[in-house]
């Protein structure tokens, strides 16, 4: 007991403790004052958070008035909204079905038994402001849609609620649309299993991990998005972000050491020379976020009429440096552990025979890890692989496609950083093995003589 007590309080007295709990203290302070800024409205011309709705439901009202010269005599059909629709909201919420009410679907054997048709449900609200209210809707599904539901299944519906109208009980009357099942309790379960393994098979360090994976969730939804959202620079606060992360992972992984550092410095060369391809490619082909088309890309340009200030050109190269993340710490680390394994079997090796041990380990991983990108590109875009080849598409149209070139930029910008980070990598954990760092930050200090 009095050996391990004296363990704890080495620990605590040495040198690597003390700066990697200042490192952590400050990039937390950092991290807390920064989310508790990027608070402030999306919208830069509201003057509070309220006002970025009012704008989105103006320009349904305008929407729905165009609308409404469709119809004869300015009536909408039953179920759509109608005027006064700045003062109407929608909300999500969870509902569970009391009753099936009327099946009319039906199999359809052509589209792999798709159910088609419609169902008539007596929902019960079970969470939100009308919970516990029942209601009756009637739905439709097709092949795209097939959501059919048994009495007890649990859905997520929308309801938009007019509070100027009211049912036959007095209350507020709401539109309820299913929007689709609720698996909020199966990916709950999900999680839980994968901390459950990521926990039981790698112990302490599966602990630390997951903690890094916390703060790296955190990092991205309470910083990195709010800030996008507000116009800030998408590229280097990207790079900022991922190196805050990179800092923060190793840290937690094994402390602060020579290994861990080396590992830090190669991961962020590494994902800074991504960046630096992927500007070179993105100039080169003339795409970025703006000019790539999709759906998104369409959703972020109305964003931006509704007051968003968020800059789309950058975030393409932003989207490759996250993508390349994951892939160059685990490389890093590998090579940074294996040089410094080397040097503690073998304290006699120098800087030159750890360099090219390090890059024998580092080519072996090169050739795994580029693998895994393109077959990770191959698995993302296996659907539209195929529709090019169903419908036959020209190998020119292919090739300059908007799709297409994204994703090669994309992959090989990952590539590259990944490749660069085994030599940078190497050569910083050899030259690390020729300094006494280890033995300064691990020698405690003792406040006494």
């Known amino acids: ?25 400050l990039i937390a302070a950092g991290f807390w004052i920064s989310a508790a800024n990027l608070r402030r409205p999306v919208a830069k011309y509201n003057k509070d958070r ?18 409404r010269m469709l119809f004869e005599d300015g009536a909408l ?48 609200i079970t969470t939100g402001e009308h919970k516990g209210r029942q209601i009756t809707t009637r739905f439709f599904m097709g092949k795209m849609f097939d959501k059919h539901a048994e009495k007890g299944t649990s859905l997520l519906v929308s309801i938009v609620t007019d509070p100027q109208a009211r049912d036959e009980n007095g209350l507020p009357a709401i539109s309820v649309t299913l929007m689709n099942y609720n698996r909020t309790w199966p990916i709950v379960l999900i999680i839980a299993l994968f901390l459950l393994v990521t926990g039981l098979i790698g112990g302490k360090v599966g602990l630390r991990s997951i903690l890094g994976l916390a703060f790296t969730l955190a990092a991205v939804v309470l910083v990195l998005i709010p800030a996008l959202l507000r116009g800030h620079a998408p590229i280097p606060l ?21 290994k861990t550092l080396s590992a830090m410095l190669g991961t962020i060369a590494g994902f800074c020379l991504a960046a630096l391809f992927a500007l070179f490619a993105s100039a080169l082909t003339k795409l970025d976020g703006l000019t790539y088309y999709s759906s998104e890309t369409s959703n972020l340009i109305d964003a931006q009429y509704q007051g968003v200030t968020i800059q789309i050109r950058g975030l393409f190269v932003s989207g490759i440096i996250i993508s390349a993340l994951g892939a160059v710490m685990d490389v890093a680390m590998s090579i940074s552990s294996s040089v410094n394994e080397l040097k503690t079997v073998n304290p006699d090796m120098r800087f030159f025979p750890l ?20 077959l990770a590109f191959t698995g993302g875009a296996l659907t539209e692989l195929l529709l090019m080849k169903i419908f036959h598409w020209d190998f020119k149209a292919i090739l300059s496609g908007d799709y297409i070139t994204h994703e090669i930029i994309t992959g090989v910008s990952g590539s590259i950083g990944l490749i660069l980070a085994v030599p940078l990598t190497a050569l910083i954990a050899s030259a690390m093995c020729e300094t006494p760092l280890d033995d300064v930050l691990s020698r405690p200090v003792r406040l006494h003589k």
């Open 1 to 25: 007991m009095k050996k391990r007590f004296q363990k704890c309080i080495d620990w605590l007295l040495r040198p690597a403790t003390w700066i990697a709990a200042a490192l952590v203290v």
């Open 50 to 67: 309220d006002d970025a709705a009012q704008v989105y439901f103006t320009h349904l009202a305008i929407a729905l008035d165009a609308s």
């Open 77 to 124: 059909p039953e179920g759509m909204i109608d005027d006064e629709s700045a003062s109407k909201y929608t909300a999500y919420a969870h509902a569970k079905v009391l009753e099936v009410l009327e099946d009319n679907t039906y199999i359809d054997e052509s589209t792999e038994n798709a159910r088609v048709g419609d169902q008539t449900l007596l929902l019960e």
């Open 238 to 258: 990207t790079l900022g972000i991922c190196a805050l992360v990179t800092v923060v992972c190793f840290l937690l992984l094994d402390g602060l050491n020579r």
């Open 355 to 374: 360099l090219k041990s390090g890059m024998r380990i580092g080519r072996d991983a090169i050739g795994t890890m580029t693998n895994t990108l393109i």
